[in-house]
């Protein structure tokens, strides 16, 4: 019986992880987690590690120095054609010129369309994509076939640059038409590798070089979900990262200038058997890289040229040819669920080594290290790109839910003792409140509403004037009940409501002190009426033993004491209010020339107990008689160091 029981709670308990597990899958099965994916795919890449200079390419960019002798803000045909018969002296490789016809100008260009024609290795470009832009005209059906590729790059739904084209059939189109990037990498890999474009073998329909298979995306690919602009041939980009040496940051590509190709200001090996790209440098001519591009490479900036991107796209193709660098690949459906799975239930297990909270949880730090570090080394060694969001996001959920399910036995003793001393702090507490809110009361409306009795009874006020302090005492309950409400969404309840004022208790007693006898000798007391003179003196005192209860009381007391005078010292022209410190005790002296008691024996007001109540706690003593030759003596002391 007891096993069945057991194995029951671990099934409860490992239906709730699966649930979780469940839901993060279902989430992903609806594309939710994409954004967070491809995130998660450019931090890591981020923190790739450091790369040489690439020594297969070169980039040569149009600069405004180049320019500045053309009558036009474009390049003409006739000093492009210039500019490539100089690159073609130096014997590169493969030259691909990333211009448009969009980028020149001039109408002479028979120049131009002869070096296409008689060199093979000189590609040019073309926009297959809207907007389109046509390759040069009046080259030939050949030279376009085999020298044009396209140009386009595909965003993701962020804007950011993470893919590239390998070769698409245009809409409308019949013909199969290559990216440069392609291009580039093919035709040095045969000239250098002997390698020709084929077949991949375990994705028939992606493109390899000998043993080397490009990955193909598809629309669902890896984090994407449903991608409408994954189509044709593409994979992801491998973005190439700098060097760091010496503090210094070297470029992923050598970059000269035009203006000084033309004067020969650059070394022969630069260009020589070489990829060559040339393009423009035109800041404005810019393309927004997704944050994938390792922090090595951004030099400060936060785009890259259309140059630069083109150099990327092929660099990573003749890399992972040549050097056995990494491709961006993923895993099957499949599997990639399986991986979350994995890390969801590695959560739920977690709890057989929660032996304490701490321990719980140090245990999911590790788990997570781990998951985090394997996405990364798969990434950067081997090019995988894992779903760690998702997985990491399973086994936290699960982490946590089951650490906390499995303290919840050792803490449930705790937790009740912690109930028994919540209910008694709140019963207390609740008990605190309806003082506060008696004294509240009685310090305020009821004092309002004796004045007025004893006013009617006496005859000794109008009708009108019974209306006005029928508004009054309207208003003072209206004030309480607002004071209350605030009280109650207050967490340190660190006011005390006087009069018209509410007055905050963490300041120094004998402001308050000064506060209270302000607002309540404004009250329209009789005790009041014939005052004459009115002596105050209240030395500082903030001792360190006194709460911010026994100040809440101590103002209480002082309140009521000066509602009696105004009630019962009828016909007082004098008041002296006193406080100072006298040796180790701080005496709160009350004295009217009033009428004085009319009972020698003390009677039990609400400003006696909370006094008795004083002396209990801080250990003072309260003296009430009455003064010679009139009035009342009123005095509370007590030790205060």
Same mark, same amino acid.
């Given at each position: 019986?007891? @096993?069945? &029981?057991?194995?029951?709670?671990?099934?409860? %308990?490992?239906?709730?992880? #699966?649930?979780?597990?469940?839901?993060?899958?279902?989430?992903?099965?609806?594309?939710?987690?994409?954004?967070?994916?491809?995130? &998660?795919?450019?931090?890591?890449?981020?923190?790739?590690?450091?790369? !040489?200079?690439?020594?297969?390419? &070169?980039?040569?960019?149009?600069?405004?120095?180049?320019?500045?002798?053309?009558?036009?803000?474009?390049?003409?045909?006739?000093?492009?054609?210039?500019?490539?018969?100089?690159?073609?002296?130096?014997?590169?490789?493969?030259? *691909?010129?990333?211009? /448009?016809?969009?980028?020149?100008?001039? &109408?002479?260009?028979?120049r131009l369309l002869k070096l296409f024609e008689e060199n093979e290795h000189l590609l040019t470009v073309e926009k297959v994509r809207p907007p389109m832009i046509a390759p040069l005209e009046g080259l030939s059906?050949?030279? /376009?076939?085999?020298?044009?590729?396209?140009?386009? @790059?595909?965003?993701?739904?962020?804007?950011?640059?993470?893919?590239?084209?390998?070769?698409?059939?245009?809409?409308?189109?019949?013909?199969?038409?290559?990216? #440069?990037?392609?291009?580039?990498?093919?035709?040095?890999?045969?000239?250098?590798?002997?390698?020709?474009?084929?077949?991949?073998? =375990?994705?028939?329909?992606?493109?390899?070089?000998?043993?080397?298979?490009?990955?193909?995306?598809?629309?669902?690919?890896?984090?994407?979900? $449903?991608?409408?602009?994954?189509?044709?041939?593409?994979?992801?980009?491998?973005?190439?990262?700098?060097?760091?040496?010496?503090?210094?940051?070297?470029?992923?590509?050598?970059?000269?200038?035009?203006?000084?190709?033309?004067?020969?200001?650059?070394?022969?090996?630069?260009?020589?058997?070489?990829?060559?790209?040339?393009?423009?440098?035109?800041?404005?001519?810019?393309?927004k890289f997704g944050s994938a591009v390792p922090l090595r490479l951004i030099y400060n900036k936060d785009r890259l040229t259309g140059l630069e991107l083109q150099a990327h796209a092929a660099s990573q193709i003749?890399?992972?040819?040549?050097?056995?660098?990494?491709?961006?690949?993923?895993?099957?459906? !499949?599997?990639?669920?399986?991986?979350?799975?994995?890390?969801?239930?590695?959560?739920?297990?977690?709890?057989?080594?929660?032996?304490?909270?701490?321990?719980?949880?140090?245990?999911?730090?590790?788990?997570?290290?781990?998951?985090?570090?394997?996405?990364?080394?798969?990434?950067?060694? *081997?090019?995988?790109?894992?779903?760690?969001?998702?997985?990491?996001?399973?086994? /936290?959920?699960?982490?946590?839910?089951?650490?906390?399910?499995?303290?919840? +036995?050792?803490?449930?003793?705790?937790?009740?003792? +912690?109930?028994?001393?919540?209910?008694?702090?709140?019963?207390?507490?609740?008990?605190?409140?309806?003082?506060?809110?008696?004294?509240?009361?009685?310090?305020? !409306?009821?004092?309002?509403?004796?004045?007025?009795?004893?006013?009617?009874?006496?005859?000794?006020?109008?009708?009108?004037?019974?209306?006005?302090?029928?508004? =009054?005492?309207?208003?003072?309950? =209206?004030?309480?009940?607002?004071?209350?409400?605030?009280?109650?969404?207050?967490?340190?309840?660190?006011?005390?409501?006087?009069?018209?004022?509410?007055?905050? #208790?963490?300041?120094?007693?004998?402001?308050?002190?000064? +506060?209270?006898?302000?607002?309540?000798? %404004?009250?329209?007391?009789?005790?009041?009426?014939?005052?004459?003179?009115?002596?105050?003196?209240?030395?500082?005192?903030?001792?360190?033993?006194?709460?911010?209860?026994?100040?809440?009381?101590?103002?209480? @007391?002082?309140?009521?004491?000066?509602?009696?005078?105004?009630?019962?010292?009828?016909?007082?022209?004098?008041?002296?209010?006193?406080?100072?410190?006298?040796?180790?005790?701080?005496?709160?002296?009350?004295?009217?020339?009033?009428?004085?008691?009319?009972?020698?024996?003390?009677?039990?007001?609400?400003?006696?107990?909370?006094?008795?109540? #004083? +002396?209990?706690?801080?250990?003072? $003593?309260?003296?009430?008689?009455?003064?010679?030759?009139?009035?009342?003596?009123?005095?509370? =002391?007590?030790?205060?160091?």
């Amino acid at each position: 019986m007891a @096993f069945r &029981t057991r194995a029951w709670e671990l099934m409860l %308990e490992g239906r709730l992880g #699966l649930g979780i597990i469940g839901v993060i899958v279902g989430l992903r099965l609806l594309g939710l987690f994409q954004f967070l994916e491809l995130l &998660t795919l450019d931090r890591l890449q981020q923190l790739s590690f450091s790369e !040489p200079t690439d020594p297969h390419i &070169t980039l040569i960019g149009i600069d405004e120095a180049y320019l500045k002798h053309s009558d036009t803000a474009f390049l003409q045909y006739t000093d492009l054609a210039k500019l490539l018969e100089t690159i073609l002296v130096y014997q590169p490789t493969v030259v *691909g010129v990333d211009m /448009v016809i969009d980028d020149l100008s001039g &109408t002479e260009k028979s120049r131009l369309l002869k070096l296409f024609e008689e060199n093979e290795h000189l590609l040019t470009v073309e926009k297959v994509r809207p907007p389109m832009i046509a390759p040069l005209e009046g080259l030939s059906e050949e030279v /376009v076939e085999n020298q044009v590729g396209f140009n386009d @790059f595909s965003l993701d739904d962020d804007g950011n640059v993470r893919r590239m084209f390998l070769g698409w059939t245009p809409i409308g189109s019949l013909s199969f038409r290559k990216s #440069l990037a392609l291009l580039l990498a093919e035709r040095y890999l045969y000239e250098h590798r002997g390698l020709e474009l084929e077949n991949g073998i =375990r994705d028939p329909d992606a493109m390899r070089f000998g043993d080397v298979e490009i990955p193909r995306l598809d629309p669902n690919a890896g984090g994407y979900f $449903k991608q409408s602009s994954v189509y044709g041939i593409q994979t992801l980009i491998n973005f190439r990262s700098g060097l760091i040496s010496g503090g210094n940051i070297s470029q992923p590509f050598k970059i000269l200038k035009a203006s000084d190709v033309v004067k020969s200001s650059f070394s022969k090996e630069d260009i020589s058997q070489k990829i060559v790209i040339l393009g423009l440098l035109d800041p404005s001519n810019v393309i927004k890289f997704g944050s994938a591009v390792p922090l090595r490479l951004i030099y400060n900036k936060d785009r890259l040229t259309g140059l630069e991107l083109q150099a990327h796209a092929a660099s990573q193709i003749t890399s992972a040819v040549i050097n056995g660098s990494p491709l961006i690949w993923f895993l099957s459906t !499949p599997l990639e669920y399986a991986f979350i799975v994995v890390f969801g239930i590695a959560g739920i297990s977690i709890k057989k080594a929660a032996t304490s909270t701490l321990n719980g949880l140090l245990c999911l730090v590790a788990v997570g290290f781990l998951l985090i570090l394997t996405s990364y080394w798969s990434l950067t060694l *081997g090019g995988l790109w894992l779903p760690a969001a998702p997985a990491l996001l399973a086994l /936290v959920i699960n982490g946590v839910a089951y650490v906390a399910v499995a303290q919840s +036995e050792n803490r449930w003793q705790v937790l009740v003792q +912690e109930r028994d001393i919540a209910l008694a702090a709140l019963k207390l507490e609740r008990q605190k409140t309806i003082e506060h809110a008696f004294d509240t009361i009685h310090n305020g !409306p009821l004092q309002t509403l004796a004045n007025l009795l004893r006013l009617i009874r006496d005859n000794q006020i109008s009708t009108e004037k019974v209306g006005d302090e029928l508004k =009054r005492l309207n208003q003072e309950i =209206r004030d309480i009940g607002e004071s209350l409400k605030q009280d109650a969404i207050s967490d340190d309840n660190l006011y005390i409501k006087v009069g018209n004022s509410r007055l905050d #208790l963490s300041i120094p007693l004998h402001e308050l002190f000064y +506060e209270i006898y302000r607002e309540t000798l %404004e009250r329209p007391f009789p005790g009041f009426q014939m005052l004459k003179i009115q002596a105050r003196s209240l030395e500082p005192i903030e001792p360190e033993n006194l709460t911010i209860e026994c100040k809440r009381k101590l103002c209480r @007391f002082f309140e009521e004491t000066l509602c009696n005078v105004g009630r019962h010292a009828i016909g007082a022209t004098r008041l002296t209010v006193t406080g100072k410190t006298i040796e180790k005790s701080y005496c709160l002296r009350i004295v009217d020339n009033g009428s004085g008691l009319q009972s020698p024996k003390v009677s039990r007001g609400r400003g006696t107990k909370i006094a008795c109540e #004083l +002396e209990a706690v801080l250990k003072g $003593k309260f003296i009430r008689k009455n003064n010679y030759p009139r009035g009342v003596f009123c005095e509370f =002391r007590w030790v205060v160091s």
